[in-house]
């Protein structure tokens, strides 16, 4: 079973408000202010952390892969370990959220986050987006909204997606180290509304000694009709990957020479996907208000292949390992809002119903070279949810609103173990979330935000019902609850004292019962103790010209485990006599991999038509890597710079230069055990074993990293038609 040390890297028309407001969007400057059928309609912020960012200004950023858009959230860095064809790693308010955990992200009212998934819980994969696609992205943050509910705890992000386009565009890019891209986009009328066509292929190889050998696919066909408060949208996507992986290697390796920093200890790590969606989304006003309605239907699949350890558990053919996720994902929402009054005053209320269910086909195997070894577990999983919100926003004054609301939450799960019956069964679980915000002002152009409530997350359903450790069927375990409360709180002010600054600044507190972890490489469930946030976050947009567009942002958070850990303080005991072997195994309060301070800068230069350029800047600062805070990552530095001309008739040329001074950090960094053949503990573990058996478990503590890509230049023609 696997130490929890270890950090893995896998797992409606309304009506016209009665004060003046205050709708500050950080990002925005040069975006369309009008709002396609995705979005849906344009709401007042209920925080000061609340923002909406238009695809225009989403797209003016330099990017090397399509999920990096996201960070445009302030405060938010997206990242990657390991292949151009897995989900990203997210990183918001002092928590690695992984693949996805406690970040909601949404496509076209459409769920990206998986549960119970393969690789991860709330594996959420955006490679299949194209951005160009986008029309608005609107950024919620803590566990105030009525609803919002699983993964959504520490945000939310709604995609919005374009409905049309003034011109059919034609996009080519190359660059560095195997990057090709082709898009295409263009709409036609087609009776009432509009159909659209998008269609994107790429290909990347990378830096790496055994070069990814991307090959992306990805289509999108999308009819609407109407408006964000009346109409109607129905969208298909479809898409495929296959790639290579370098995956993280230890820094011992590169240290002595036995691996380059690009070189893969294990070069048949990779995987492939495919995803197909069907989605429809109809939203009407009348006399007393508006509802909205959505249905969708998502068929994917995700073979990949890993190694962490390297020969830590196998010490002939290595510790890699296929995890395997295929599903068929449906739901419904619908929501309906109503214009009255409270005691004479203006009031609206919104009750609303979300469901989903998931049919889903699991399973995990150790590999050689991607050859079938043994199996580890197999698993049939069902898991069906049912989310039920009313909230109440009153304007009591011109310059106060509230928002009270309520959420209740309802899973439940069969799992059937094919390999062990034992890890079988049904679990259901139902949750509470009150909800409250409050809205100050203006008072000489500010306004005041006050946010409190409780939240909650789903765990992998396997977890909820395995009694049995699947490597090891002796070794029993506890099963996990299927949900997990969540309970924050956050004041904050919006401003716009200074002519052309829009500043923001938001102090938070969020505290999790409990980070319990399904560990897909080992087949069960980690239980972490309690945990607490605080931090602060402020954000800058500053727009002094019509061709200026100036942000900056900076999130700092203190992250802590509440209370003892027992569980890795036996690790630390069983190390007794070892002093070496102890150092990252110590119990300890700090979290791994939650980062303490983010920051990022960045200026946009240009008109509609000219030359035009931006300079990016992110900064992610050093993070403890083990619980004890002997482990810890280097600060990660980097900048992207734009440069382009732009002709009156859409024609476009421009050259985009990422890592721009080239640094030599790390997309990510970890500590745990592992093993290499080139160990000295490799031969006093096997054949015969001389150390003690605790050592052996534990391999060598090390740094383990995934570096950022060198200086790369990639340049975009673009044409319209």
Known sequence: MQQKHQVRPHRAKKPAPTHTQIVLHPGVGTGSHTRDIASGPATAPSMASQITVSGEDLNARPVTRAGEVLEVVPGLIVTQHSGEGKANQYFLRGYNLDHGTDLAIYVDDVPVNMRTHAHGQGYADLNWLIPETISAMDVRKGPYFADEGDFSSVGSVHLGLTD???????????????YRRLLGMDSVKLGDGSLLIAGEAGTYNGPWDNPDNARKLNGLVRYSQGTATDGVSVT?????????????????????????????????????????????????????????????????????????????????????????????????NIARTLNGSFAGLPMQTTFGLQSRYDAIDLA????????????????????????????????????????????????????????????????????????????????????????????????????????????DPTTKLTPSPLLVRTKGAEVGLRSRIIPGLDTSLSIFILDQDSEIVFNGDAGDTSASRPSRRYGFEWTNHYRPRSWIDIDADLAVTHARFLGYDSDQAAVYASLAGVPEAQIGNAPGNYIPNAPAMVASAGITLGEKTGWFGGLRWRYLTSSPLTEDNAFRSQPTSIFNGRLGYRVDNGWRIQLDVLNLFNSKTNQITYAYGSLLKTDSLYSLCYPAQIAPAAMCRNGVMDYVLHPVEPLMFRVTITGQF
Not at 167 to 178: E, I, N, R, V, Y
Not at 260 to 277: I, K, L, Q, Y
Not at 305 to 322: A, E, I, K
Not at 386 to 392: I, K, N
């Open 236 to 332: 298909g996507m479809a898409y495929a990957n296959k790639w290579n992986s370098t995956d993280q290697v230890p820094q011992r390796a590169i240290t002595s020479g036995a691996l380059g920093r690009f070189s893969a200890e294990d070069p048949s790590d990779g995987g492939n996907t495919n995803r197909f969606a069907l989605s429809a989304r109809v939203a009407q006003s009348d006399d007393r208000g508006s509802w909205k309605a959505n249905a969708y239907v998502v068929k994917s699949e995700l073979d990949l292949f890993n190694n962490f350890t390297y020969f830590l558990s196998n010490p002939v053919l290595g510790d890699q390992f296929h995890q395997h996720d295929d599903r068929l994902m449906a739901g419904a």
């Open 164 to 178: 049309r386009t003034v011109k059919g565009l034609a996009q080519m890019t190359a660059g560095s180290f195997g």
């Open 364 to 471: 995990l195997t150790d590999t050689f070279q991607r050859s079938f070894l043994a199996n580890i577990r197999s698993d049939k999983v069902g898991e069906g949810s049912v989310g039920l919100y009313a909230q109440a926003m009153v304007h009591w004054t011109d310059w106060l609103r509230t928002t009270v609301g309520w959420r209740g939450d309802y899973y439940a799960a069969d799992v059937t173990s094919l390999f062990n019956a034992n890890n079988s069964g049904h679990a259901n679980a139902a949750i509470g979330s009150p909800k409250f915000t409050l809205a100050l002002g203006p008072f000489n152009k500010t306004e005041f935000f006050l946010g409190a409530g409780y939240g909650m997350h789903s765990n992998d359903a396997r977890g909820a019902t395995t009694t049995e450790d699947p490597v």
